[in-house]
């Protein structure tokens, strides 16, 4: 089992800044991803960023270049810095961690989900 505890959301005006951390406990793959999907009212979840253990990151277009997400496999924790943000990224935004299994099986987990809103 794997447990995941976010942090860092609240409420930010338009153009400012946040942090999101999620740090996972338990049984790690060492391959695995973590990642940071988002949620707002009335719309699917969706994809914000993602990193895998070998670094490489995958972003959603609309906000590439505004959100970096990084990773300290030490710690087993996820950072997600997200910059000039917008009201329209408001929202609840989870984190996600797949373990890549034997075979290429995965098992995916997620946090509880923090609220980011940000005003215009």
């Known amino acids: 089992q794997v447990q995941l505890v976010e942090s860092g959301g609240g409420l930010v005006q338009a153009g400012g800044s946040l942090r999101l951390s999620c740090a996972a406990s338990?049984?790690?793959?060492?391959?695995?991803?973590m990642g940071w999907f988002r949620q707002a009212p009335g719309k699917q979840r969706e994809l914000v960023a993602s990193?895998?253990?070998?670094?490489?990151?995958n972003y959603a277009d609309s906000v590439r270049g505004r959100f970096t997400i990084s990773r300290d496999n030490a710690k087993n924790t996820v950072y997600l810095q997200m910059d000039s943000l917008k009201p329209e990224d408001t929202g609840v935004y989870y984190c996600?961690?797949?373990?890549?299994?034997?075979?290429?099986?995965?098992?995916?987990?997620w946090g509880q989900g923090t609220q980011v809103t940000v005003s215009s």
């Open positions: 996600n961690l797949r373990n890549v299994l034997q075979g290429l099986r995965t098992n995916d987990y």
């Open positions: 338990g049984t790690i793959s060492s391959i695995n991803g």
């Open positions: 990193i895998i253990s070998t670094g490489s990151t």
